[in-house]
């Protein structure tokens, strides 16, 4: 028997759905934890799944706090540093309330500058600060970040008319914000004054106070995207997709040609500008079409970086990755991540293993690589001085950093990398904070929710400045501590889980197998820095609190373990090998002396149509009492 059961009706006020649990053998249950409105019943529908299906945890339940509670903590990102002064701004989502804080020298009080006070689902995203600080620019609207649609209208709350997605920009001393258009990707000017960004995949100019009206730049055949001012403000380069091959244009003014950089029927993207102007650097790949290979074979996709000399019409290809998977285009965070600091060009690649930074000469040469160990880096982001890199890694002093992220700093004079946040936390989006070597970032640990930090040079403590935003029922102080669990799958291969135990508990104990959607994600030691996989953390802690065990399995296809375990070669759709490791997880599980082996069930979100050969295995093992798979529960 199955009953489909309206997720509207368990997120918001209404209540006109109905289920006879006593009847089911089989039901469909939503769990996603991305819904926009969600006003209650949190911890009715999650303890009616788990009874339904024989998991009584109320032996071992602490039943400190309601899942309500544990999902009222404060989630920022978004965060953004002005070049120019000691001023930053960031997005925080309060319980649904999505608003604009901003914060300024030297006693970094945090300040709501925006009051949108419903919870209407309207994301903020794509925040910038000008570089002189005065302005704030963002995004209202949208879906950034999903798998498609990102800048497509959202309307959980049912309005007659969704909102249009636009940008808007607001003084940072406060005020009325300013709606400048609909479009999505705005880059403000040097100087300050104006906001270029896309609509309807062309090019639109405005000023930041919202007067004159928006003008349209450029009118080309294709898509137009990453927008990329000069340092003097007085050029725009830009990318201009044509489906199979891409070129880079460069605006000038409304009465002069476009330049179109090295025209060819290749994909070239991502251009970054010299400091003093004059050249361009950017990646190139091939071009798309040709014969269709099988969807099963392991096909590299090398990359090359390219300069182009404005003044003499030159080009030079200074680095090409090896013709390798592990030369592929890297997909990670930011992607090549591609920068032209003071002397040098500094690049993201794989082709070592690694998801590494590295620096060569604008005249091409030997690549040196900057990161060098087995951890990866992302959320990099670059000093105004071009000589100081800081960057998100999972490396430190302690063996289980590899399941953390920690701020890494890069000192390209020196040459020198330096773990700046040591410890047990987590630690991303790191940013300088102006031209000064003070920087901020976002701070969590396992029992503390991601904070907006403020770390000094002269000050050996960073200042938490959002921790008086958090509720006093955020229940933080009755939080578990999760612990690293190593275990091999069938073939060797070493693979990491996130363990999650109630304080205290003696005997046995129902538990959970928690796998990550994705898939390419990692599961960490304490609050995660993506919003849906911080709820999934929340969900797993309120777990435990009810007495339950819970595993959460950084299976292959996930980041944070080098190339072959990020790209396996006989993952996903060639060969589904992460069955191995989700089946190893229920082995060690089943092993443990506090595991109830007949009440072990296996909870995925999101994991798509990618890991159902090896789900349909799953739910045959003898280890498991039950499934949830992205909104369905299936009883054995």
């Known amino acids: 028997m199955v009953i489909h059961v309206r997720l509207c009706d368990f997120f918001t006020e209404s209540s006109g759905c109905h289920i006879n649990l006593t009847t089911t053998k089989l039901f469909v249950l939503s769990l996603s934890l991305k819904v926009a409105v969600m006003k209650r019943n949190y911890r009715q529908i999650l303890l009616i799944f788990l009874v339904s299906i024989g998991l009584s945890s109320s032996h071992y339940a602490q039943d400190e706090y309601d899942l309500e509670d544990i999902l009222s903590y404060p989630f920022p990102n978004e965060l953004v540093s002005a070049k120019k002064v000691q001023r930053i701004a960031w997005a925080m989502n309060e319980e649904g309330h999505r608003n604009i804080f901003v914060t300024e020298a030297p006693s970094f009080q945090p300040r709501r500058i925006t009051n949108y006070h419903e919870d209407d689902g309207q994301e903020i995203s794509q925040v910038q600060i000008s570089d002189d600080g005065i302005w704030v620019v963002y995004v209202r609207g949208g879906d950034f970040g999903s798998n498609w649609d990102d800048d497509k209208p959202v309307n959980p709350a049912f309005q007659p008319i969704a909102e249009k997605v636009a940008i808007w920009s607001i003084p940072f001393a406060g005020g009325e914000p300013i709606r400048i258009d609909e479009g999505i990707s705005p880059i403000i000017s040097p100087d300050g004054g104006k906001v270029a960004y896309i609509k309807s995949g062309q090019i639109y100019l405005a ?98 970086l390219v300069s182009f000399d404005l003044t003499t019409q030159q080009r030079r290809i200074i680095w090409n990755s090896p013709n390798t998977m592990r030369g592929s285009l890297p997909s990670t965070h930011g992607g090549v991540n591609l920068h032209w600091g003071e002397e040098q060009i500094i690049f993201l690649s794989y082709h070592d293993g690694w998801p590494h930074l590295f620096s060569i000469s604008p005249e091409g040469g030997q690549a040196r690589c900057l990161t060098e160990g087995n951890y990866m880096v992302e959320y990099v982001s670059f000093h105004p001085d071009g000589n100081n890199i800081l960057a ?66 002269n000050q050996g403590e960073p200042m938490m400045i959002t921790k008086s935003l958090v509720p006093s029922k955020f229940p933080q102080m009755s939080l578990v501590t999760p612990t690293q669990v190593i275990f091999d799958a069938p073939d060797g291969t070493a693979i990491h889980a996130i363990l999650f135990k109630p304080e205290g508990a003696e005997g046995k104990m129902p538990a959970v197998i928690y796998v990550h959607g994705g898939p390419p994600r990692q599961m960490l030691l304490g609050w995660h820095y993506s919003s849906y996989y911080a709820n999934a953390y929340a969900l797993n802690q309120y777990l435990a609190s009810q007495g339950f065990a819970v595993l959460a399995v950084n299976y292959r296809l996930g980041i944070g373990y080098g190339y072959e375990f990020h790209q396996p070669t006989d993952g996903g759709v060639r060969g589904a090998s992460e069955y191995q490791d989700i089946k190893a997880a229920g082995d060690w599980l089943a092993k443990q002396h506090f595991v109830m082996l007949k009440k072990l069930v296996f909870m995925e979100v999101l994991m798509e149509a990618i890991s159902l050969p090896w789900l349909s295995l799953a739910i045959q093992s003898f280890l498991l009492r039950g499934l949830i798979y992205t909104g369905y529960m299936i009883e054995r």
């Open 392 to 457: 998100s890694a999972n490396t430190g002093p302690n063996a289980a950093d590899i399941d953390r992220r920690h701020i890494l700093e890069v000192d390209l004079k020196l040459q020198q990398t330096k773990v700046r946040t040591p410890g047990t936390g987590n630690e991303w989006s790191p940013l300088y904070i102006s031209n000064s070597r003070n920087f901020t970032y976002i701070s969590a640990s396992a029992q503390q929710p991601p904070l907006v930090a403020v770390q000094l040079t």
């Open 207 to 304: 000023s930041l106070g919202g007067a004159p009206k928006p003008t349209q730049i450029v009118e080309n055949r294709g898509r137009q995207s990453d927008l990329n001012w000069s340092p003097d403000g007085r050029r725009l380069a830009f990318v201009s997709y044509r489906n199979d091959h891409s070129f880079i244009g460069i605006y000038r003014d409304s009465v002069s040609a476009l330049i179109w950089v090295d025209p060819s029927f290749q994909h070239d993207f991502s251009p970054r500008w010299s400091p003093d102007g004059k050249s361009i650097v950017f990646v190139r790949q091939a071009g798309s079409g040709g014969v269709q290979d099988s969807l099963l074979a392991s096909i590299p996709d090398p990359f090359s």
